[in-house]
């Protein structure tokens, strides 16, 4: 069946028709299996007031809506369906949770069905996060998610002709930052070497570096070669002081 | 401590006292019984002060010995949002620790991408909070995302024993549990503008002995305000409401602080709507993020109140709206308007330099009219001033003349100690050994 008849109005693809049922419902249910998954989803009235109030709605073809009544009809290949670029529409502003009298949280819903994408390696999520590389390298390795010298004007020209004054200069300006610890360029504050161990360990013990490993291998690699370097440079530091 | 605090029942127009969120509160004080937690207690070295809450519970805000928990967004592209409160914390003669050991939320990241857990958020959360533990400073949060993102994981973390365990183990190999091996939880996570909006009569009145002898007088400026998504639509009930800013329907931080200075803060009918930033969007699906920003908030707030400046409490708010302006020229949709957060705007009421604290050099949207209109009229000498600062200061680095450096920094507006690398730089931060870079 393309689409859905309750609404659901994309054709489903053909790369979902092709993949197996099992897989597809092995999908869903890791969703449902998320811990959280019981305390987004309660009842829903079908009101709409998630999706009239819903930001990405007025410009994208998406509901948060329709997460809800397809995980209520328990619509697997819809579901699916939604998992490749349907669900990377959601600005992740959660007026749809403070709106829903049912206290539904069809954005959380969102963010679990994002992290099994990612977590599975979808190929459409690979490629939705191609450009946001920068982020996630700047966030693996240092902790901070951004830093002055990543807000190049040749990368944000809508932002107009201020941002290139902005960024002339720029280590002058960010030494004459008036409080301790913002100076610095390439983090968002100066992070200390012990804070980005603790932070590797992190990754590292709850599966980040793997399901990196699996999204972007390439992009994988270049961290963990940042990721080695500083442990080396820390464990140098360590026996230096023993 | 430790009893829910509540107010009147009939002191509040939007009451539940039924709300699901205050039961985390009594589970927490349940799990520190038991010996699973320790609650960091806001104590009376914190000087807290008491807001309300829209469900009826009387949150305590800590004032006084906070520790910074930044905000990337802030101190990477808004640098004058934290030096904004740093500089009134300094004029109120508060105690606090700003330091490098301290990590993003990586919250942001998770919005924008989904490649973290909740397991990862939490253990990222709980170390952060067990070094402000550590240190003796009660977590002032920056970062509305931030904010957001550990009001729930505090509410995932004290309902659920699976994740409570998944993380214990964790901080275990950071060393980040008490001697016996609890996990540190704060009593409150709390935002600094639940700390503006405590303090917002102490501002008034430096407002009144420092800003307006100077010419300052925000009366006239017509304030549009936004209210972060991530302050109180995540965790709704865990912000604060107030019946005496409108009756109590609209969140009260920032709007209470531009009252109490007197601004006129006037409503308009898309108060409710994100900005855009969507995470993922601003980087990535940008047409989305500005198509919003400039229709749905931007192009209301110019027609319908015509505002001067839009306040915000949060980084990705200001950034969207301050960016995303010069693009509308085209499509003939230009709708000028200085953008700031609640804290910015505070501190140059008070009469902090508009380009040496606020760093309003950094912001690409039009603030000169917003100055003028405030009464700093010589913000063209002030520019200029800050202007000649950054080029000296790249000479003296540039040459190695260190100790003028120096020298230059204790007359250059400095609030803080700075200390110095091995070859005598001044370093990016006072308290760090080993940087992640060398600065």
């Given amino acids: ?242 | 401590m430790g009893k829910l605090l509540r107010y009147k029942k009939d002191a509040f127009p939007i009451m539940n006292e039924h709300s699901h969120y205050d039961e985390i509160f009594e589970r927490m004080e349940e799990l520190e019984a038991k010996g699973e937690i320790l609650i960091h207690r806001i104590t009376e070295e914190n000087q807290p002060v008491e807001v309300l809450t829209r469900t009826g519970r009387i949150k305590l805000i800590p004032t006084n010995k906070l520790w910074h928990h930044k905000s990337c967004g802030q101190c990477g592209n808004i640098p004058g949002y934290p030096a904004s409160v740093f500089w009134l914390m300094n004029k109120f003669g508060l105690d606090y620790l700003n330091e490098p050991h301290q990590t993003s939320c990586t919250a942001w990241n998770y919005h924008g991408s989904g490649t973290s857990n909740p397991v990862a958020l939490a253990a990222v959360w709980l170390r952060n909070m067990h070094q402000a533990w550590q240190n003796g400073y009660y977590p002032l949060i920056h970062c509305g995302t931030s904010f957001g993102s550990y009001k729930e994981t505090r509410e995932l973390l004290i309902m659920n024993k699976d994740l409570r365990d998944a993380v214990r183990k964790i901080l275990a190999k950071l060393g980040r549990l008490t001697d016996d091996g609890r996990i540190v939880v704060p009593q409150e996570i709390v935002h600094y503008s639940e700390w503006v909006h405590a303090m917002r009569y102490k501002i008034k009145e430096l407002y009144e002995k420092e800003g307006k002898p100077k010419g300052i007088d925000v009366s006239n400026i017509k304030v549009a305000i936004h209210n972060a998504c991530h302050t109180y639509k995540m965790i709704a009930d865990d912000y604060p409401y107030d019946p005496e800013v409108f009756n109590g329907q609209r969140p009260a931080a920032s709007t209470a602080v531009m009252q109490a200075l007197g601004a006129k803060v006037v409503d308009y009918s898309t108060w409710y709507d994100c900005c855009g930033f969507g995470f993922r969007h601003i980087l990535t699906e940008r047409e989305f993020t500005r198509s919003f920003a400039i229709q749905r908030k931007l192009k209301v707030i110019a027609e319908e109140i015509g505002a001067d400046v839009i306040i915000t409490h949060d980084t990705g708010c200001t950034t969207t709206f301050e960016k995303n302006q010069w693009i509308g020229k085209a499509h003939n949709m230009y709708h000028p308007v200085a953008v700031m957060s609640d804290v910015m705007f505070s501190a140059l009421a008070c009469g902090a330099h508009p380009f040496k604290v606020v760093q309003l050099y950094w912001n690409c949207s039009n603030y000169e009219s917003l100055l003028e209109k405030m009464g700093i009229k010589n913000w063209r000498e002030l520019k200029k001033e800050w202007e000649d600062a950054v080029k000296y200061i790249g000479e003296l680095e540039k040459e190695g003349r260190y100790d003028e450096l120096m020298e230059f920094f204790k007359e250059y507006d400095l609030y803080e100690p700075y200390s110095r690398t091995g070859n005598g730089k001044p370093r990016a931060s006072a308290t760090s050994n080993r940087p992640l870079f060398s600065s």
């Fill in chain 1, 1 to 242: 069946m393309d689409g859905h008849k309750y609404g659901y109005n994309l054709p489903i693809s053909d790369k979902t028709k092709s993949v197996p049922w099992e897989e597809k419902k092995r999908i869903v249910e890791e969703v449902k299996a998320d811990f959280r998954f019981k305390e987004y989803l309660f009842g829903c009235l079908n009101c709409g007031v998630c999706t009239a109030s819903c930001p990405s709605n007025r410009f994208f073809d998406y509901s948060p809506r329709e997460i809800v009544q397809r995980f209520l009809e328990e619509d697997v290949e819809v579901l699916y369906d939604m998992m490749h670029e349907y669900i990377w529409a959601c600005s992740q502003c959660f007026t749809c949770w403070i709106r829903c009298p049912f206290v539904n949280n069809p954005g959380g819903l969102v963010a679990i069905m994002r992290e099994v994408a990612v977590r599975n390696a979808f190929e459409a999520t690979k490629d939705l996060l191609k450009p946001y590389g920068r982020v996630l390298l700047k966030v693996m390795t240092t902790g901070n998610q951004l830093s002055a010298d990543m807000l190049q004007p040749d990368f944000f020209p809508d932002w107009g002709p201020k941002m290139q004054d902005n960024m002339e200069n720029l280590r002058a300006k960010r030494m004459a930052i008036p409080f301790d610890v913002g100076k610095s360029v390439k983090t968002a504050w100066e992070v200390s070497l012990e804070t980005a161990m603790e932070m590797y360990t992190i990754w590292r013990e709850t599966g980040i570096f793997d399901m990196l490993e699996k999204i972007d291998p390439n992009l994988f690699n270049v961290i963990m070669d940042i990721v080695e370097e500083n442990e080396e440079r820390y464990e140098e530091l360590y026996e230096e002081e023993d």
